[in-house]
């Protein structure tokens, strides 16, 4: 993994962030049928399961103090992540199940 003050420009920044990008958009995509797929196992209403969450961006800060990733950035994003999934799984336990209630 490359530092930051390993790079000689700003195109090869850039170049290195869409190469990245290339290699997380599959995985995010993963991610996202992992997340479809546990609508079929739980209720409307455990779907935002903020005990799970909050283990998550535990293991998440874990593993950023472990690559040397900044915490707050690493926390920060998959919260994003993870509340545009919940409505994901909502949506998905809408079209699996009906409407709630």
């Given amino acids: ?8 420009s700003l195109a090869e920044v850039r170049a290195e962030i869409d190469r990245l990008d290339r290699l997380l958009v ?13 609508a079929r196992f739980k209720s ?8 799970r969450v909050e283990q998550v961006v535990g293991n998440v800060r874990r593993l950023a103090r ?15 992540m993870i509340a545009a999934f919940i409505e994901a799984e909502k949506a998905e336990h809408i079209r699996l199940h009906g409407p709630p209630g």
């Avoid at 599959?26 to 546990?38: C, E, F, K, S, T």
């Avoid at 409307?44 to 005990?51: G, I, R, W």
């Avoid at 472990?66 to 994003?80: L, M, N, Q, S």
């Fill in 44 to 51: 409307f209403a455990e779907v935002p399961a903020p005990d």
């Fill in 1 to 8: 993994m490359k530092r930051a003050e390993d790079y000689a």
């Fill in 66 to 80: 472990e690559h040397g990733a900044d915490e707050r950035v690493v926390e920060a994003t998959w919260r994003a």
């Fill in 26 to 38: 599959p995985l995010v995509a993963a991610r996202g049928q992992a997340v479809l797929a546990a």
